[in-house]
């Protein structure tokens, strides 16, 4: 039996954590179940409405987050307003950094998104007690670090059509990580939010979008809602395979 068919009826751990997509797939799943009920009791479950910072650039971090549901955006802002989204977090991401005390980013929903925020000072202290939970938080910066890299070659060398193909996979195994053959999901960002994030403009992201729905790579309804029939088919249109 698996950790989390284990953990699901386990009376010792709190019950809003039983069935969190964080608790077994996030910083959480290294905790004790007393750990886990101290980390509980001070936590607060918030929804956030698509468009809302969690986080603004410069902001002192008093709390750190999971996301349970939904994706966020990051961004970083220059000296003269110029906005860039640098990246996408998705459930069970932790946003937070330790060690840190100003966020250096802006984090905003980019859809409706559930998380479960708890106190920095709370969390620094089971960081301390808890060697697989900084193990793990190391794991997930170099995670995030390498998924930077591929994203500074997608930018760097691949073709419009490429970069398009990229981001439609990047949402689709994401969204639906257990999805290997098969996906649908919203776009979670803009037409044009998903240009600054691919260095594109609008009018080229809605043409690449055309082109690999009359490729067959993709169905479009609605603008919005997205399905991939076919994720290898979708990863050679990255230039992934």
């Known amino acids: 039996m698996d950790t989390y068919r284990k953990d699901i009826h386990n009376s010792e751990i709190p019950v809003v954590c039983r069935a969190c997509e964080a608790r077994h797939g996030g910083v959480c799943g290294t905790l004790t179940p007393r750990q886990l009920t101290e980390l509980s009791r001070q936590s607060t ?60 980013l802006t984090a905003q929903a980019a859809t409706e998104t559930d998380i479960c925020a708890f106190p920095r000072s709370l969390m620094d202290k089971l960081i301390s007690e808890t060697p697989d939970l900084e193990h793990r938080l190391h794991e997930q910066a170099l995670k995030e670090l390498e998924e930077a890299r591929d994203w ?71 603008n919005r809602h997205v399905t991939v029939p076919d994720m290898d088919r979708l990863a050679y249109f990255a230039g992934s395979d």
């Open 152 to 222: 500074m070659l997608t930018l760097g060398r691949k073709s419009a059509q490429e970069k398009v193909a990229s981001f439609l996979y990047l949402i689709a195994t994401h969204i639906d990580p257990e999805s290997v053959d098969s996906c649908s999901f919203d776009l979670p960002l803009s037409r044009a939010d998903i240009a600054d994030f691919l260095g594109l403009t609008i009018e080229t992201v809605s043409r690449q979008i055309t082109r690999l729905r009359k490729e067959n790579v993709i169905r479009v309804e609605n």
């Open 45 to 104: 479950r918030r929804n956030v409405s698509a468009g809302t910072d969690v986080i603004s650039q410069g902001e002192r971090a008093n709390t750190y987050s999971n996301i349970i549901r939904g994706v966020v955006k990051l961004s970083k802002m220059m000296a003269d307003g110029r906005q860039q989204i640098v990246g996408l977090q998705f459930a069970p991401d932790f946003m937070g950094r330790p060690f840190t005390r100003d966020s250096a």
